[in-house]
């Protein structure tokens, strides 16, 4: 490892501990020994991903490895399945390896999933089916609800190309599928087929058809034509629910006009205005798109339709004006940690689809977060304000009073720091300003929140950003505060990208068209995403064309997540007509683009049309 605070270096037996307990784990499920002669660790400053299992020795990055003082829950469970994650490629991807790279992604669906599973009594405090799929759901419909979407399997003509297959399908939607597959084999049954998969593969490459071959002898399902439609079709099912009558009439419908039907099984809430919730069990086969099931009692008016109630549904559940307005407000009276989860991420989906306004949702929102006592729904629930807020931007005075008023008076200290992260993130009025520069100045967090180095660092770029006049003294007041020779440096590459004046920020741009210049990959995205902050729109439309021409250099000369890393900090700042505009200019100037990569464009660039102007 490299880092020099004794208090992070003191995490290292923690970490060595969690290493050693994945180990234990993997050997139990697998019954197979650690494979290799010896499993070094390497923690690196600036390590362009979160970890990389070269067989017997692990890279990591220090952002994720050593953690500021008191953590959050999230940073904490990120970490450890992290470390589970790199861990179980030992077996999966470096024991067992892929045939070719269209099938990169039977190696990260079986470490993501094992993963969840390792990290699991290591939590026991957790909801870890809550944290399984605030993990993987969310990340997945990111990608998936675009017009960039892709199939889990992908094609792949040339190795070159093999670093635009990673992305959140493959890391975030596989796990969700593979969850599917166990449950209709049962876990045992998954396991002895897992077993006979690593024997027969060892050492050797192996393919995900191979894997259903053995894994289709110890069930009675059709696991090939289930796969399918899972792994090799891109995209995922518009759900819709109604009562007609007596009934629940659920229907399902492919957004891309193929006519798929995703099989899969769906819980509903029938929730009547008085008396008890009817839980409705509905199972859609290879070849239906519509079920009716019959209610025990017929709804009476005023009733509402909550869907995918445990959470364990893929799709697009759309719900009608009436059932949105209800599940918005059943959010805060909602005693099921789960069904929340669930809520939190249809209702984003909705409000994404225009099913629900931006007004009525940040209010439904805002007044449920203060009440939300589960440290990831609290999370996510911030995620998705912020969200709101940068997308359909609204006056800030109530979202900065809400947060301003949990930072104060939270009785979870972890509450109150992700709060201040939030109300930083979005603060705009100059009281909100002022009140964060006197923080910064004075260095003195709000009582009950412990602010790290990287928060403090964080809010100087936030403070040079609304406050030009006084941007070069805050850089140069921050910059001097920094004692680690790697954040130094770190803090001197990307700081220069908050700076007021034109030029200097022309001239940061310029300099990362320079391949040289983006060899720390996190920085380079780091000081892109600054250069297009949503405060600077107007003006950074002019780096988006240009920054576009050089995806292709970029996925030449950089990693394989760093084309996704480089066109998000390009566009995620943006929301105009204007920006789109860029887009929808760039594409049509090179009609015969690289289809992996223009997937990539267009699923970061998909805000930008979802957005009315």
């Not at 470490?111 to 870890?128: M, R, T, W």
Request: hydrophobic share 40%; charged share 20%; glycine share 6%.
């Amino acid at each position: 490892h490299r880092e020099t605070d004794p208090k992070k270096v003191a995490q290292c037996p923690e970490i060595a501990s969690e290493v050693f307990d994945a180990l234990t784990w993997l050997e139990d499920y697998t019954a197979i020994p650690y494979p290799f002669a010896k499993y070094d660790l390497i923690i690196l400053p600036g390590f362009q991903f979160g970890g990389m299992e070269h067989t017997g020795a692990t890279f990591y990055t220090d952002r994720r490895m050593f953690l500021n003082e008191n953590p959050t829950l999230n940073e904490q469970l990120s970490r450890s399945a992290l470390i589970a994650h790199e861990t179980a490629h030992m077996w999966f991807g470096d024991y067992v390896t892929m045939q070719w790279f269209d099938d990169v992604w039977t190696k990260e669906v079986f470490a993501n999933y094992f993963a969840s599973q390792i990290v699991e009594p290591l939590y026991p405090g957790v909801n870890h089916a809550l944290n399984f799929m605030q993990d993987y759901i969310p990340p997945a419909y990111a990608e998936d609800r675009t017009a960039g979407a892709n199939p889990i399997k992908q094609e792949l003509d040339n190795l070159r190309n093999a670093g635009l297959v990673y992305g959140n399908i493959i890391y975030d939607k596989s796990p969700v599928v593979l969850e599917m597959l166990i449950k209709k084999m049962g876990k045992e049954s998954f396991r002895k087929g897992i077993q006979e998969y690593l024997k027969t593969y060892v050492y050797g490459n192996a393919t995900w058809e191979g894997l259903i071959g053995i894994l289709d002898t110890y069930t009675d399902d059709d696991l090939s034509g289930w796969s399918h439609i899972w792994v090799n079709e891109k995209g995922m099912p518009e759900i819709a629910a109604s009562i007609v009558g007596n009934s629940l009439v659920v229907s399902q419908k492919d957004p891309f006009g193929r006519g798929l039907n995703w099989p899969q099984d769906l819980t509903y809430l029938i929730v009547p205005k008085t008396g008890e919730p009817e839980e409705i069990s509905v199972s859609f086969g290879r070849n239906s798109n519509s079920i009716r099931k019959k209610l025990k009692t017929v709804p009476e008016e005023g009733s509402f339709i909550i869907p995918n109630t445990d959470g364990k549904g893929y799709g697009f559940f759309r719900l009608n004006e009436a059932d949105a307005k209800a599940c918005a407000a059943y959010l805060s009276v909602c005693e099921n940690e789960l069904l929340r989860g669930s809520l939190l991420i249809t209702l984003y989906e909705n409000l994404l689809n225009r099913t629900i306004s931006p007004e009525s949702y940040m209010e439904a929102m805002l007044n449920y977060l203060p009440k939300e006592d589960n440290s990831l729904l609290f999370s996510a629930a911030l995620g998705y304000i912020g969200n709101c807020q940068r997308l359909f931007p609204a006056d800030t005075a109530l979202l900065e009073k809400t947060l301003g008023q949990i930072v104060a008076t939270s009785s979870v200290p972890q509450h109150r720091l992700q709060a201040f992260r939030s109300y930083r993130s979005i603060a705009e009025s100059p009281e909100a300003i002022a009140a964060l520069y006197d923080l910064w100045k004075k260095q003195q967090a709000p009582a009950g929140c412990s602010l790290s180095e990287n928060d403090y660092i964080s809010l100087s770029y936030t403070l040079a950003l609304h406050l030009p006049e006084q941007a070069d003294e805050i850089i140069n007041s921050q910059q001097s505060r920094i004692t680690n020779p790697d954040r130094k440096r770190e803090y001197a590459f990307i700081s220069p990208s908050v700076s007021p004046h034109k030029e200097v920020c022309d001239s940061v741009f310029a300099s990362l068209l320079v391949a040289e210049n983006r060899r720390v990959e996190p920085w380079a995205s780091a000081a892109l995403a600054n250069l297009n902050h949503p405060s600077r729109q107007k003006e950074a439309v002019a780096y988006i064309r240009p920054a576009l021409e050089a995806m292709q250099e970029v996925q030449r000369t950089g990693d394989i997540f760093f084309p996704t890393a480089w066109v998000r900090a390009l566009l995620s700042g943006h929301t105009s007509p204007e920006a789109r505009a860029e887009v929808d200019a760039f594409f049509a100037s090179h009609p015969d683009y690289p289809p992996m990569l223009a997937n990539k464009i267009r699923q970061q660039a998909n805000h930008l049309y979802i957005i009315e102007h």
